[in-house]
T-cell receptor
Framework: NAGVTQTPKFQVLKTGQSMTLQCAQDMNHNSMYWYRQDPGMGLRLIYYSASEGTTDKGEVPNGYNVSRLNKREFSLRLESAAPSQTSVYFC????????????FGEGSRLTVL | GIQVEQSPPDLILQEGANSTLRCNFSDSVNNLQWFHQNPWGQLINLFYIPSGTKQNGRLSATTVATERYSLLYISSSQTTDSGVYFCAVDYNQGGKLIFGQGTELSVKP
């Protein structure tokens, strides 16, 4: 029972390159989230998916796209990475739309040069 | 959008001391959660507490939704309590969960 698994854990990109962060959960949860964490900024919501087949913008969606591939998987794509996207990215899940404890993955550290 | 403010931003304690962390929010919320991020970056859910009081060992939390705040109490602090404490709120029916900026706690031996 792995919980919430993120890959990769570390990545270095050059400006303009693209990449996808993967998140998979085995908790049978409906809602999935992507956050970024920057020093002094707390965690900011990028996108979320209340259920399979739906996605919505969070606080800082610009420069990102997401796909809810199925109930288990929620990916975050950077089409053209910028240095401002250097951050630690966290995936999280919970059982319900407006309820339930939030469970986090271990994070993915991304550096854009 | 909703504003979520945590205080104090930083706190240094001697081992054994007690502390209170506060989370204020600017609008009505559906529920509130407290998290601990340890020095290795892991985020652990401490309390799911839309209202009332809950206790778990040395930690307890109280949310007064009508007055738009929540408190996290840490008693007899230990060095392993060090890290950053976040509160997060659901403030609409759409599933957005918004975090405060955190309180960084350092417990000295």
């Amino acid at each position: 029972n792995a919980g919430v698994t993120q890959t990769p854990k570390f990545q270095v990109l050059k400006t303009g390159q693209s990449m996808t962060l993967q998140c998979a959960q085995d908790m049978n949860h409906n809602s999935m989230y992507w956050y970024r964490q920057d020093p002094g900024m707390g965690l900011r919501l990028i996108y979320y998916s209340a259920s399979e087949g739906t996605t919505d913008k969070g606080e800082v969606p610009n420069g990102y796209n997401v796909s809810r591939l199925n109930k288990r998987e929620f990916s975050l794509r950077l089409e053209s990475a910028a240095p401002s996207q250097t951050s630690v990215y966290f995936c999280a899940t919970r059982a319900g739309l407006n309820s339930g404890e939030l469970f986090f993955g271990e994070g993915s550290r991304l550096t854009v040069l | 959008g909703i504003q979520v403010e945590q205080s104090p931003p930083d706190l240094i304690l001697q081992e054994g001391a007690n502390s209170t962390l506060r989370c204020n929010f600017s609008d009505s919320v559906n529920n509130l959660q407290w998290f601990h991020q340890n020095p290795w970056g892991q985020l652990i859910n401490l309390f799911y507490i839309p209202s009332g009081t809950k206790q778990n060992g040395r930690l307890s939390a109280t949310t007064v939704a009508t007055e738009r705040y929540s408190l996290l109490y840490i008693s007899s602090s230990q060095t392993t309590d060090s890290g950053v404490y976040f509160c997060a709120v659901d403030y609409n029916q759409g599933g957005k969960l918004i975090f405060g900026q955190g309180t960084e706690l350092s417990v000295k031996p």
